[in-house]
């Protein structure tokens, strides 16, 4: 089971950090944020095929790829968000974290734009 591989990756990682937190408290940073690339990386290849999926099925359903796209694309972002504001988090930088997460519900919204302007047209066109 790949799941075994992965807890163990984080164990060990989570181990090896504690250890080092108190000598090298740099190095169990990074040693952290390799920890968690290494384990983002395993995932990479899962991820194609769930957006694979979703394309074969958008197409069946006839739906717009712009859409799917973009839903995709408000997806990524809020996975590479909370990444990022995690790591600034075990950093002891809540503030930056907080910006972080902030930037990327801005960024999500913009995106959703287009989506929410063709539902609410959508609903416009059913309305007598």
Not at 103 to 125: F, G, H, N, Q, T
């Amino acid at each position: 089971m790949e799941i075994l591989s992965i807890v163990g990756i984080g164990l060990v990682s989570v181990t090896i950090v504690i250890i080092l937190r108190q000598q090298r408290p740099e190095m169990a940073l990074m040693l952290s944020a390799v920890a968690g690339v290494v384990i983002f990386l395993l995932m990479v290849g899962k991820i194609g095929n769930v957006m694979d999926i979703l394309r074969n099925l958008a197409d069946q359903a006839q739906i717009n790829r712009f859409y799917l796209g973009t839903v995709l694309k408000i997806i990524g972002v809020a996975y590479v968000a909370e990444f990022g504001s995690q790591v600034c988090r075990d950093a002891g930088e809540s503030a930056i974290a907080s910006r972080i997460e902030f930037a990327a519900k801005v960024l999500i919204m913009v995106m959703a734009l287009p989506i929410i302007a063709a539902v609410v047209e959508s609903i416009l066109r059913l309305l007598p």
